[in-house]
């Protein structure tokens, strides 16, 4: 047996214990030494009782064999050390304390923060107002006297009242004078893209206010105020320094390039007309509904103005306000909240999913609940599905979610007549080809399908003999629409003067008005054929004036082998003629959208800030600006997509994919078009609009 000592000494130094240590460990705690040892767990010398040091020794030998830790007994801490536990009043002091040091700053925040809104409002007051004072203002004579002229001897506003009140105006008197005819989609492209100085600008329109027709729909149930979709002309012309006219336009002289407007003179309605003269002449005039020759519109609600959501508006909650009467008929009740929409496009789906969330978040809450489950709504649609133009899965998507609405679809219908109390329609099965003759009883029916010419368009295509329809043509041009060619210039009008855009246009899509043009200029040869290098040299040619007609032309070599017939390389006036007239057929007219308005009106106003700045140069050499081809490329309409609301989710048709959803779908909507609102203050109100509608509901009252 090896002294205490000596036996410690040869231990690992890691395992070695103190003197004191194993001295103090006895034989009793052999066992309990071995168990802890087998179950590898720390040993405590400390808790183990005196025994052998030569027991010691084998524990320690097989712990390190092992690998247990051996852990030497903790130190004592002196009591002095020992942190001393808080009280349970000390705590609840100091908590206390936290809390309203908490609510001081957030009181203090929330008092600076308002101090500083107030005091900058107070700033904004003082710096606008102004005393009323005796400044002079300079008024042109012409402007409180103005001339008469022209093939009717009106009087002709060459100058305005505010045309000399102040330098800016006054510089843009020498400028080319351009007159804009609406005040929508299109016309506002324009003046978004105008360079301030350019053009002395004006708008006519018979509308004070510029109105975001897309969410029309949405103001005329209340989801949101139809203030917060207006904008007023004169505060998007005022950077422009120009001028607007309220008015409707009715006429046009284009020899003596006169425009003439129908303005209300007096408070009691007394209207006159007058010559507003113009060195370039922009038709935005938009469409009106297309009635197809149904009977009985005069009983349909259209929405296409501020005026027409305010209408519907008030029918809706009138009608909800008499079917609630305990004196109505369950009749009389079913027909009052029958409301039908005649046509399955964007317009009418959109109406239809805000009626029906209408009634069924708001209209269940604050009127009798009977009113809610007899209420019903239906769209009459004439093709396969609603929203035709879209994809077929964005169709089927929105039928089966108005499905779960209980919106009743009704397609391959056709309405025959509006009367006063129903809507009458023709079903035909498609199996048995039988036409079934139905009737809904309803007192509510919105006409949303197709579009016409504006009575304004329609005298601007009568003025015009080259201006083909439809109906005389077979080549694919509209009827409903005046005809450009690929740089928005009026067919037959005096070249660059005057322009059409939006609904009220159609770019031509025959490529037979240019066959002999584009065949001298591209039979080189003169052998009266065009071979294939003279064809892509054609191709060139019609792709530049008419561009949508390039998608049938990227494989020309493909096109070339079809339409030579007798197969000789070349292509004979009878065959290339033949090919021409194919693929105009085979172009279709833009549609009649907001998106294909902006960007005609942005592509025209972005191509009149290039022609003033050529015009310095054009006038220093004596060259005439009238052929603005020259200085600028055709229009090319770029497609970003289509959406449309469908009842707290949203569609979206997008080039090359469709994305459909729920919530996160129709914040994404309400994104787009929040950034599409025409001014800073529109954005704002439609913001608040929707945190209102979120917390309080739509508003109810009939105003």
Same mark, same amino acid.
Not at 245 to 261: K, Q
């Given at each position: 047996m090896l002294p205490i000592r000596g036996a410690l000494r040869q231990l690992p130094r890691t395992q070695t214990l103190g003197l004191h240590t194993a001295a103090s460990i006895s034989r009793p705690s052999l066992t309990q030494a071995r168990s802890l040892v087998l179950q590898k767990q720390p040993i405590y010398p400390h808790t183990l009782s005196k025994w052998p040091v030569p027991g010691a020794l084998r524990a320690f030998s097989a712990t390190s064999r092992i690998g247990v830790d051996v852990v030497p007994p903790p130190t004592p801490t002196p009591a002095s050390d020992v942190p001393k536990t808080p009280s349970k009043r000390r705590v609840y002091i100091r908590r206390t304390l936290l809390v309203f040091k908490g609510l001081a700053f957030l009181i203090g925040s929330a008092v600076v923060g308002v101090s500083l809104v107030t005091g900058v409002i107070l700033a904004h007051d003082s710096l606008t107002y102004s005393e009323p004072g005796n400044t002079h203002v300079r008024v042109h004579p012409q402007a409180l006297n103005p001339p008469r002229g022209g093939p009717k001897n009106l009087l002709i506003a060459k100058n305005h009242v505010d045309d000399q009140e102040d330098a800016d105006k006054a =510089?843009?008197?020498?400028?080319?004078? !351009?007159?804009?005819? %609406?005040? %929508?989609?299109?016309?506002? @492209?324009?003046?978004?893209? !105008?360079?301030? @100085? *350019?053009?002395?600008?004006?708008?006519?329109?018979?509308?004070?206010?510029?109105?975001?027709? $897309?969410?029309? $729909?949405?103001?005329?149930?209340?989801t949101v105020s139809v203030r917060s979709l207006v904008e007023s002309v004169r505060k998007l012309l005022r950077p422009l320094h120009g001028h607007f006219?309220? @008015?409707? =336009?009715? *006429?046009?002289?284009?020899?003596?390039? #006169?425009?003439?407007?129908e303005v209300v003179v007096d408070t009691h309605g007394k209207k006159q007309r007058i010559y507003v003269p113009y060195d370039k002449l922009i038709i935005a005039v938009g469409s009106v509904s297309a009635t197809y020759g149904v009977r009985g519109l005069e009983h349909c609600f259209q929405l296409k103005t501020i005026e027409d959501a305010q209408?519907?508006?008030?029918r809706i909650v009138e009608n909800f306000e008499i079917a609630s009467l305990p004196t109505t008929s369950p009749e009389e009740r079913r027909r009052l909240l029958s409301f039908v929409v005649c046509g399955g %496009?964007?317009? %009418?789906?959109?109406?239809?999913?805000?009626?029906?969330?209408?009634?069924?978040?708001?209209?269940?809450?604050?009127?009798?609940?009977?009113? =809610?489950?007899?209420?019903?709504?239906?769209?009459?649609?004439?093709?396969?599905?609603i929203l035709n133009t879209y994809s077929q899965s964005i169709s089927e998507y929105a039928e089966k979610r108005f499905e779960r609405e209980a919106v009743n679809v009704i397609t391959n219908a056709r309405v025959k007549q509006v009367t006063d109390h129903s809507v009458i329609y023709s079903v035909k099965d498609p199996k048995t080809d039988k036409v079934e003759e139905l009737e809904i009883p309803t007192n509510f029916t919105l006409w949303s399908t197709g579009i016409a010419m504006n009575p304004f368009t329609e005298r601007v295509t009568d003025l015009l003999p080259n201006q083909v329809?439809?109906?005389?043509?077979?080549? @694919?041009? $509209?009827?409903?629409?005046i005809t450009v060619d690929a740089h928005m210039r009026v067919k037959g009008a005096p070249l660059g003067t005057v322009y059409c855009i939006g609904d009220a246009s159609t770019i031509e899509t025959s490529l037979l008005p240019y066959l002999l043009d584009l065949i001298e200029s591209? *039979?080189? +040869?003169?052998?009266?054929?065009?071979?294939? *290098?003279?064809?892509?040299?054609?191709?060139?040619?019609?792709?530049?004036?008419?561009?949508?007609?390039?998608?049938?032309?990227?494989?020309?070599?493909?096109?070339?082998?079809?339409?030579?017939?007798?197969?000789?390389?070349? #292509?004979?006036? +009878?065959? !290339?003629?033949? =090919? #021409?007239?194919?693929i105009g057929k085979k172009i279709t007219s833009l549609p009649a959208t907001a998106q294909v308005a902006s960007q005609q009106g942005k592509y025209l106003g972005k191509k009149f800030c290039k022609l003033a700045q050529q015009r310095r140069v054009m006038k220093a050499n004596d060259v005439a600006d009238e052929d603005d081809a020259v200085y600028a490329e055709p229009f090319k309409y770029e497609h970003l997509g289509s959406l449309a609301y469908i009842g707290n989710a949203a569609v979206f048709d997008l080039p090359g994919y469709s994305f459909t959803g729920g919530l996160a779908a129709m914040y994404a909507w309400r994104s787009v078009y929040w950034s599409e609102q025409v001014s800073f203050r529109t954005r704002t109100l439609l913001m608040v609009d929707w945190v209102v509608r979120g917390l309080f509901g739509r508003d109810l009252s009939k105003l």
């Open positions: =510089a843009t008197m020498k400028k080319p004078k !351009l007159v804009i005819v %609406g005040a %929508g989609w299109g016309a506002m @492209g324009i003046l978004k893209t !105008l360079n301030s @100085g *350019d053009y002395h600008v004006t708008v006519v329109a018979d509308e004070t206010f510029n109105h975001f027709t $897309p969410l029309l $729909p949405s103001a005329a149930v209340g006219i309220h @008015g409707r =336009a009715v *006429d046009l002289a284009m020899s003596e390039r #006169l425009l003439e407007v209408k519907i508006r008030r %496009g964007p317009t %009418g789906v959109e109406t239809a999913a805000e009626i029906a969330d209408l009634v069924h978040e708001d209209m269940a809450k604050y009127y009798p609940k009977l009113c =809610a489950n007899e209420a019903s709504v239906s769209i009459i649609q004439s093709r396969d599905h329809h439809k109906k005389a043509s077979p080549f @694919g041009i $509209p009827e409903d629409a591209a *039979d080189t +040869n003169k052998d009266e054929k065009i071979d294939y *290098d003279e064809w892509k040299a054609l191709v060139e040619q019609v792709k530049r004036r008419v561009p949508m007609a390039s998608m049938h032309l990227e494989k020309a070599r493909e096109v070339f082998k079809q339409y030579d017939i007798d197969s000789d390389d070349a #292509l004979s006036f +009878n065959e !290339l003629t033949e =090919a #021409l007239v194919e």
